[in-house]
């Protein structure tokens, strides 16, 4: 009886783990150092129309940044911080393409190594 319970507890506490959705993968258009040229971006993310996902949703694009802290036994301190939003081009079951809505980028945001979107930063559905 004891292993029947453990097992059922076991199938569903999947669902209890909250998935983490990113940026997977991009893909860019070739500059040919014509002036005034936009250069094209693509972002793959793992949230699709199964997550709710659907062509022109906003998804919000956060950057986790995390600094040792030398007078607290170097202990680290991460910090999730929104960096911009994506628009999806394109939804299928569980990914997405979109591309670059809005980068956040004024005096009152912190300072990243990198002023753009990259593999690995992390999105959630807007839902303003």
């Known amino acids: 009886m004891k292993v029947l319970t453990l097992l059922v507890l076991l199938s569903f506490s999947q669902n209890i783990w909250a998935k983490s959705y990113v940026i997977f993968s991009l893909a860019q258009d070739l500059s040919m150092g014509v002036e005034n040229e936009v250069v094209r971006k693509n972002y793959y993310i793992n949230m699709g129309s199964g997550q709710g996902v659907k062509k022109d949703s906003i998804v919000d694009v956060f950057r986790i940044v995390s600094v040792q802290n030398p007078y607290d036994n170097k202990k680290r301190v991460n910090y999730k911080v929104k960096i911009g939003e994506l628009k999806v081009l394109h939804s299928s079951d569980e990914a997405s393409i979109a591309m670059m809505n809005q980068y956040e980028k004024d005096e009152e945001t912190p300072i990243f190594e990198l ?13 303003d």
């Open 115 to 127: 002023p753009q979107f990259m593999v690995g930063d992390h999105v959630s559905i807007n839902v």
